[in-house]
């Protein structure tokens, strides 16, 4: 029986670095259009929402002919907004793409959807690409992820791991912000929060992938090579715009 996938978009209007960047206007559209536009040129995705809190978003989805899902405004992180989401759906994949990539390439979510594929037993994917620039390794805002032979997450962490006593290595690999769950490892997580609150190890770091990793799941990582512009500012906006004009890309 063939697996049904769907990708859910985790959107809210409050934002301390950038308040409405969902509906952040990108050469005429909503930065939440443009991310729903990449998802939708993945064929693997039977079906893409917009989970949010916000009557703005939703009603701007519902003009631009998005599906959305609204949820509650009491969830600790995007994974728990997807979670609720996701059980308002018939689905045996969920992927979670992050509302903040308008120029995501349907080739880096499909990178996290083929491991499911592969492995029948796999029950959590993620994304990594190596770090160039030396001092993204000792950013804490960027999280690094090593991971065993087989692409298991063995760590996940801010700090510059591995960690080399020798001095910095150029063996870096970041976490992106992507991840296909089985529905019943995004349920876990979801539940597992309600009950107990955050990982010990996950509200240390604050990552949220740590919760699943300290319960004993397996994360596999696949690494890829992506030019993805993630906007967290107003001036990462100004980057997008520019590349799509670069590009001459249409709407």
Same mark, same amino acid.
């Given at each position: ?133 030396? +001092?993204? !390794?000792?950013? #804490? ?5 090593? /991971?065993?032979?087989?692409?298991? *997450? %063995?760590? @996940? +962490?801010? !700090?510059?791991? #591995? ?5 910095? /290595?150029?063996?870096?690999?970041? *976490? %992106?912000? @992507? ?73």
């Amino acid at each position: 029986m063939k697996m049904k996938i769907a990708g859910i978009i985790p959107a809210r209007e409050q934002s301390s670095r950038f308040p409405g960047k969902p509906l952040a206007d990108i050469c005429g559209r909503p930065m939440i259009w443009w991310v729903h536009r990449q998802c939708r040129k993945v064929e693997e995705l039977d079906e893409v929402y917009v989970a949010t809190d916000s009557d703005k978003i939703y009603e701007c989805c519902r003009r631009e002919g998005i599906e959305a899902i609204m949820t509650s405004p009491e969830h600790r992180t995007g994974t728990d907004r997807v979670g609720e989401a996701a059980s308002k759906i018939d689905a045996d994949l969920i992927v979670n793409i992050q509302g903040d990539e308008p120029l995501i390439e349907p080739d880096t979510i499909r990178a996290v959807i083929r491991p499911f594929l592969e492995n029948p037993n796999l029950q959590v994917s993620s994304l990594m690409s190596r770090i160039e620039d030396p +001092s993204e !390794a000792t950013n #804490p805002n960027i999280c690094k992820v090593v /991971t065993a032979s087989d692409g298991t *997450a %063995l760590l @996940i +962490s801010r !700090a510059p791991v #591995p960690y080399s006593k020798n001095g910095l /290595t150029k063996d870096y690999h970041r *976490a %992106l912000g @992507i991840f296909g769950f089985r529905k019943e490892a995004l349920r876990f997580f979801c539940e597992w929060g309600r009950k107990h609150g955050k990982g010990r190890i996950e509200a240390i770091e604050d990552i949220e992938m740590l919760r699943l990793i300290e319960q004993g799941y397996r994360i596999h990582f696949s690494e890829v090579t992506t030019e993805s512009l993630a906007v967290d500012t107003p001036e990462d906006l100004e980057k997008v715009i520019q590349r799509i004009k670069e590009r001459n890309i249409t709407i």
